[in-house]
């Protein structure tokens, strides 16, 4: 599975962003996608997860309400629209997908909490692309 993300840049706080992640390779067999981001010197945070066992979707509270994931079958792409983005937004954001439930007979819904709180559980990376939100 190859993930290429792209659509970073510098924006001003307020301003909206959308990022694109490009998946190939075995894409239908995807358990779930999301997206992390790693701000200096902080370790990699799950911001968001969607399954495409049922289509649910989580999101980490720093994120909920101003950040939405979205996907395209047709170019394989998923999507990650940020408004009203602050400073504390500005990292490198990667995309990432897991090839299997992280539970034994558990809802979509369990592992996509579980790659938000520890996002290191994922098999594949794409390389980050860098959002820069200043003033």
């Known amino acids: 599975v190859q993930l290429q993300a792209s659509g970073g840049g510098l924006v001003q706080p307020g301003d909206s962003l959308r990022l694109s992640c490009a998946v190939s390779g075995f894409s239908s067999e995807l358990y779930a996608i999301g997206w992390v981001r790693q701000a200096p010197g902080n370790e990699r945070e799950g911001i968001s997860a969607?399954?495409?066992?049922?289509?649910?979707?989580f999101y980490a509270d720093s994120v909920k309400g101003r950040f939405t994931m979205s996907g395209d079958n047709a170019k394989n792409t998923v999507y990650l629209q940020m408004n009203s983005l602050k400073p504390e937004d500005t990292a490198v954001y990667y995309c990432?997908?897991?090839?299997?439930?992280?539970?034994?007979?558990?809802?979509?819904?369990?592992?996509?909490?579980?790659?938000?709180?520890?996002?290191?559980?994922?098999?594949?990376w794409g390389q980050g692309t860098l959002v820069t939100v200043s003033s």
């Open positions: 990432a997908a897991l090839m299997r439930s992280l539970t034994i007979g558990g809802a979509p819904l369990t592992t996509l909490r579980r790659l938000v709180e520890l996002p290191l559980l994922y098999d594949y």
């Open positions: 969607f399954s495409s066992v049922d289509g649910s979707t």
